[in-house]
């Protein structure tokens, strides 16, 4: 006869480990201890979150992860800081598996492009606002991200000409938790960060629970 298989082990769900860029020294915004926090109430399973600024999180040797990227640009910490994540965690002797970072998801392409549908509904003219980043990979991501929204995709460095020039123009920054673009563009009209819009943080709560 087959031997039985303990129940416990096969519903057991892994440990989500979220990476997120944190803030100098480590510390990590509320609205993402928060969005952790209800995430793991919707999965019914552990959540952790781990700043690329803070020291590294003990690593569980022979538990299960899922090694989540909470980064929305394919720069440098996406391309180098999250394999070396998944390493170190390796060595220490836990499964790990490393799913691709947020802003590659469809899925997640998706939530944000209904949310500014719905927003040039109600007349808004959005443009999102990210990050400088490095021509290459990164560009021709940029170009896939704003045919995928179907709305203008702007530096923030050239924010201040772009906003001259399209006075109508409504930012939305391309960051999850406030930050000092998120902050000066709320500053200047804009719209507040992705986290803190009650629909797409349903949004992503809803996606990342499927996560087993």
Request: glycine share 8%.
């Amino acid at each position: 006869m087959p031997r039985a298989v303990d129940a416990s082990v096969v519903q057991s769900p892994a440990v989500l480990r979220l990476v997120v860029h944190g803030r100098s020294g480590g510390e990590i915004p509320a609205c993402l201890v928060d969005f952790a926090q209800e995430l793991a109430i919707q999965r019914q399973g552990p959540v952790e979150l781990e700043a690329l600024t803070a020291e590294p999180l003990p690593t569980q040797p022979g538990c299960r992860y899922w090694l989540m990227p909470l980064l929305l640009l394919p720069g440098s910490h996406a391309r180098s800081d999250l394999p070396q994540i998944r390493e170190r965690m390796r060595r220490a002797g836990a499964d790990v598996t490393m799913v691709p970072f947020l802003g590659a998801w469809p899925q997640w392409w998706d939530l944000l492009r209904g949310w500014i549908e719905a927003g040039k509904a109600d007349g808004q003219s959005v443009v999102v606002v990210h990050h400088p980043l490095r021509p290459g990979l990164s560009s021709r991501y940029l170009t896939l991200l704003g045919a995928q929204l179907g709305c203008g995709l702007v530096s923030a460095d050239t924010w201040e000409v772009h906003a001259r020039q399209h006075p109508s123009a409504c930012p939305l920054p391309l960051a999850l938790a406030p930050n000092r673009m998120a902050e000066a563009l709320r500053q200047a009209g804009g719209l507040p960060s992705l986290l803190d819009d009650p629909q797409l943080r349903s949004g992503l709560i809803s996606l990342l629970s499927l996560l087993p």
